[in-house]
């Protein structure tokens, strides 16, 4: 039924030719057409809330680049919403909430299945797969319980996040029950992100890579694994852990499909520990995209022969593409990386 479905042949770790490739935040402010689009509306979650406008931008990159697979246009912050935090997105702030979690009574207004309420996101969904007409897989996405709970008790973004990491130690009890609360809405979305039409999805840890290695098991990976078993097994799975390169043996034993690695990590070295096990996906530094297009194709280039003739790899940055790129590089790597 895929005109190209190399994307989902490399998560089966199937041998491939050249590998597949997507880019994280492949839709986003560096892409002119999609500054075009988003132009039309005020403030972000508004425009998460059209699920035309989501399908419009969701295909420019595949148009633009013949990228190997699309991603959902939404946010990860759509699920706090919809529980009750409310999110805003101001104008070079970033994300505020309005009710954020910090104790017992906070938690207690929160919905238990919030998912219902977030049909535009699954509206999202339908309408990119039908606008794809089988051209590449959709990949659904969500934010791992953890990194939700991080936005949701700090309440804003942040770079240490202390709040949620005080709550660890402070009322360790009232953190997983919000996290608990949180898997049981993440499963609830992705299985309706995969009814409406994703054909794999992917978990979005950005902010378990600042635990130690007990807490990460604890707080973050224990969620990630119940998600993962929850799911129906013939629907391919990926975990990205930013800034989990030193857990690669405990992520690979979540029964994910793959795992998302960032640009610290080095890839010779995760496929050595759980290339039997796992597809890799990654990991290109971000900034390279700033560098002349001589630059990006000899840093391409060693992301390519560190994974030459190894089956199961799927070529993306380390993280998202960020606003200031200029385009032109990211043809310059899809050239290469083809
Ligand atoms: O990859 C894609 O093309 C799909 C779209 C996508 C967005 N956000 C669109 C977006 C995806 C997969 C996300 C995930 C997301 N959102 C994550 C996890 C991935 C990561 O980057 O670590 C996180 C942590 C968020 C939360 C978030 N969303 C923040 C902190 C911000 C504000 C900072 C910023 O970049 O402006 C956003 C906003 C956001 N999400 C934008 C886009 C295109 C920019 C807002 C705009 O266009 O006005």
Known sequence: MLQNDRFLKALRREPLETPPLWIMRQ???????????????KNFMEFCRSPELCAEVALQPIDRFGLDASIVFSDILTVPDAMGCRVEFLEGEGPKFKHPIRDAHDLSMLKKNAIPDLSYVMQAVSQTKAALKGRVPLIGFSGSPWTLACYMIEGETSKTFEKPRAMMYQ????????????????????????SAGA???????????????????????HYMQKIIEKLPREVPTILFTKG?????????????????LDW?????????RV????????????????????????????????????PGFIFNLGHGVTPGVNPENVAVMRTEVR
């Open 171 to 194: 009322n360790p009890a009232l953190l997983h029950s919000l996290l608990d609360l949180l898997t049981g809405n993440v499963v609830e979305y992705l299985l309706g992100q995969i």
């Open 27 to 41: 839709a986003g402010r560096y892409l002119p057409e999609y500054r075009a689009v988003r132009g039309k509306v």
């Open 264 to 272: 610290q990590t080095d890839l010779s070295d995760a496929y050595r």
């Open 275 to 310: 290339g039997s096990k796992v597809a890799l996906q990654g990991n290109l530094d971000p900034a390279v995209l700033y560098g002349s297009p001589e630059v990006v194709r000899q840093e391409v280039r060693q992301v390519l022969l560190a994974m030459k003739g190894k």
């Open 244 to 260: 989990g390169g030193a857990w690669l043996e405990l992520m690979a034993e979540t029964g994910c499909s793959a795992l998302g």
């Open 199 to 221: 054909d794999a999805v992917m978990i979005f840890d950005t902010w378990g890579g600042m635990l130690s290695r007990e807490k990460y098991q604890a707080f973050s990976l």
